[in-house]
């Protein structure tokens, strides 16, 4: 592994249901290298989350992960070693440590977390003493400090507070506070901002950017928000229907976007300075069923660029362009001959 702290190949998680299988994630491939920032966007449904879920081997039947490696660089015993995190059962001790210790997880609704029955300083408190052999009132007084650090005033009364006590940003905070109670290497940020007014959510964004810099950590951020991705994201990936169709630096993702369904997505936000008239872009149709995913290239129903006979056959490869752009579509493959067809390069 080349100096990346997480590497992604080919992984599979599906759902067995009664009605059918759910591929919800089906071969998705991406590094991660440490202190960066990757943002993974694409709309609901296309696996985005299940992903950042089967990094820590949180799926629950009746889904599985059934295929690919996850490698994490980890520090076990004051040595550094490669390991496949899929080769630890979802119940192991070691996936224990790691989870909430090396990499930990916020999710776009804090009250979902934390418990309503239980005090912030209890739940801080509990989450530090699970990795760290300190007691009850040194983890009280590294809750306070977290507290502090993902700027929360007054937080030794902060602690005796309940979540419902506190507004939707302060609850966000005290889930950052409980992430960075382990000091991860890692942070999977699952649309943290999606619940919050727009102001506070810049003030999140604001602090994790402070934050990330601070702790060194890297950061795998799940969004369906564009904008969101400009702010945070060094590098992009771009799903739909389980895939991951484009793969890029956040620069080239605007400023060159290739795949139909990326131009799509940025052409339907609003552009700030842009006088536009008629109504905002919108990508046509629906995603389709997860049950039913159509054949060849699963975008095609939906695709402007769709060519009979070449994208309803079989599912693009993945096509390397300049750097590590790369995308799956075959108007860049010479698959379908791009040129001939009038690549829109
Ligand atoms: Fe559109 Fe065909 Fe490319 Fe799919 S493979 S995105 S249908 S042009």
Redesign the pocket.
Known sequence: MTNMLLQIKDLRTHFFTESGVVRAVDGVSFDIAPGKTLGVVGESGCGKSVTGYSILQLINPPGRIVGGQILFEREKNGRKEVVDLLKYGARSEDIRQIRGNEIAMIFQEPMTSLDPLFTVGDQLAEAILVHQKVSKRSALDRATELLDKVRLPQARELLNKYPHQLSGGMRQRVMIAMALSGQPKLLIADEPTTALDVTTEGQILDLMQSLQEEFGMAMLFITHDLGVIAEMAEEVVVMYLGRVVEKTDVRTLFDAPK???TRALLESIPKVGHKHDGPLQTIEGMVPSPFNIPQG?P??PR?A???PG??DEAV?AETPLERSHTVR???YSEQAEGDRYGNPA
Do not use: E, N, T, V
Request: charged share 5%.
């Open positions: 795949h139909p369904y290239c975008f095609h695709c660029r769709f060519m070449i994208c693009p579509c075959y108007l």
